[in-house]
């Protein structure tokens, strides 16, 4: 893995002609460039390997005039990393597409293209991504005088999926009402025969307004809606949420509660994993995998509801530290607990992969290769599975990791396999790091007050979450109430690579590659 130097971000983003070129962190630099001049310095980056990693827009006319657009430039390490300001005029509220330079920026300014109506130009596939066909044509939520409406009629209005056509092609169509007791999403297969030849996937069906909501809310408020993005996230959208404001506020966290923020991600990780690989074995008919992983599974719920007092984590992680029975929990015998519960795991885990009958359904299934994987800007868990070598916690340390050798998982094969394998691989390495932070976790406070937070000022929380990295940017009106939060759940870089992976897989093998993925509907539908 080839480190991408700070100085040498900082010589392009200043040759380029940016201006108040400032470090904002040892890893992080901040700068403002014109509209017209971002494909010129994106095109200057990518040569360093630093391409568009995240992109939000804001409705700042009210404090400046102008709408404002803020890139984040760095390699798939997350660090360094470049925060870009652009102005947009409202009078012609445009901006120079990267579409075709940057998978994930072609997503992001579909985005913004729904919900903010600044206009990417140059975007080869401006149809809807976060809005259904029946909203108003015009009403953009994330305006701040967007007010609600009640001419919302959906009367069946069709998204424009592309079409497949050819001798023996159909079409098969699933969701959003699933069999399940899952979110809702619609799959619409191209199909010759069992084989997949093309699958568009249409989401947004549990849109929210979850970032809408974060500036209406007490900022005591917002870590409780943080950690209900995806419930199965709670501690790692909190986690996020918290050290942007906190590094808004210029707040310290105590050297015990970033220990406990450690101990705290990590047992979400492994209820997760250890679920997920239960569900994909389950997939292959073997039920035995699946009933011993979500007895393990239960039995870490349970523990969890000890250590924090809530089954899913929630209300722990806080503004300034942690808070509630963590604070007090005895984490050697903890870990040992972690342990026993990890091995059993391990054991089970092995049982089913030497069963030759789940290995032909996972090796070689869902493949997504590794330079497809570069290419769509794959990110966590899915990345690592297909030779993204890229973890924050090793990469760009947060909470007490940067005192902890992490060890990424990297698998080639780019298959539910190696999804699966990686997820295996994780689970050992949580039980590992919680070790570790219970040794290495010292006494003291758990908690520090924040300050007031900086007026027009923006910060960033990144967290390697279980299923990859989550971004939460923040921008303040007051020093106790946000303006604007911008989330972004690994979900919403993924979902386009699954519609990949299937290709050339037989229909009966979507739940199985669908599963291997394991994204989030509600983390993707903000």
Not at 186 to 197: D, K, L, W
Not at 471 to 499: G, I, M, Q
Request: proline content about 6%; glycine content about 8%.
């Amino acid at each position: 893995m080839t480190r991408v130097p700070l100085d040498a971000l900082t010589r392009a983003v200043v040759e380029s002609g940016a201006t108040g070129v400032t470090a904002r962190a040892a890893d992080a630099l901040e700068c403002r460039v014109a509209a017209r001049e971002i494909p010129a310095l994106a095109d200057r980056l990518a040569q360093l390997g630093a391409t568009c990693q995240f992109l939000a827009a804001a409705d700042t006319r009210a404090s400046s005039g102008d709408f404002t657009l803020v890139y984040a430039f760095a390699p798939v390490t997350l660090a360094p990393r470049a925060a870009v300001l652009v102005s947009v005029a409202p009078e012609d509220a445009r901006f120079p597409s990267l579409a075709t330079r940057s998978f994930a920026a072609s997503r992001f300014e579909r985005e913004i293209h729904d919900m903010v109506g600044l206009v990417p130009v140059g975007h080869p596939d401006l149809r809807r991504l976060a809005l259904h066909q029946f909203w108003p044509a015009g009403y953009h939520p994330l305006r701040r005088d967007a007010t609600p409406r009640g001419d919302f009629r959906d009367e069946g209005q069709p998204f424009p999926f592309r079409r497949v056509e050819g001798e023996g092609i159909f079409e098969i169509t699933v969701g959003p009402v699933h069999a399940g007791i899952i979110e809702p999403g619609h799959f619409r297969f191209s199909v010759q025969g069992e084989t997949i030849v093309n699958l568009e996937t249409r989401l947004g069906f549990a849109h929210k307004g979850t970032e809408k909501l974060f500036a209406t809310l007490p900022l005591d408020r917002t870590p409780a809606l943080a950690e209900r993005i995806s419930g199965d996230t709670s501690v790692g959208h909190a986690l996020a949420h918290c050290q942007a404001l906190e590094a808004l506020a210029g707040g310290d966290v105590p050297a015990r509660a970033r220990w406990l923020r450690v101990v705290l991600l990590e047992l979400e990780r492994l209820y997760n994993h250890v679920a997920d690989v239960g569900m994909i074995v389950n997939d292959t008919g073997f039920a035995f995998g699946h009933a011993h992983c979500f007895r393990i599974r239960e039995e870490l719920l349970r523990l969890n509801e000890r250590v924090a007092g809530h089954r899913l984590l929630r209300g722990a992680v806080v503004p300034g530290g942690v808070t509630g029975p963590v604070e007090r929990a005895p984490l050697a015998p903890l870990a040992t607990t972690v342990e026993a519960l990890v091995g059993e795991f391990l054991e089970v885990a092995q049982l089913c992969l030497d069963s030759t009958m789940v290995l032909e359904r996972l090796q070689g299934t869902g493949r997504l290769f590794t330079h497809t994987a570069r290419e769509m800007q794959v990110v966590g868990l899915v990345g690592r599975a297909s030779g993204i070598d890229a973890d924050l916690r090793r990469d760009a340390p947060f909470a007490a990791y940067g005192e902890l050798e992490v060890r990424a998982a990297l698998y080639e094969a780019g298959d539910v396999w190696a999804r699966t394998m990686v997820r295996v691989d994780e689970v050992r390495e949580s039980a590992r790091l919680i070790r570790a932070a219970a040794a290495a976790t010292p006494d003291g406070a758990t908690r520090a007050p924040l300050p007031p937070l900086s007026v027009g000022g923006h910060a960033f929380g990144l967290v390697e979450a279980w299923r990859g990295p989550l971004w939460h940017w923040v921008s303040a009106e007051t020093p106790a109430k946000l303006a604007r939060v911008k989330v972004v759940d690994p979900s919403f870089r993924n979902w386009a690579a699954l519609e990949y992976a299937v290709l050339k897989n037989i229909v009966p093998d979507f739940p199985l590659c669908n599963k291997s993925f394991n994204l989030s509907y509600s983390g993707n539908d903000l």
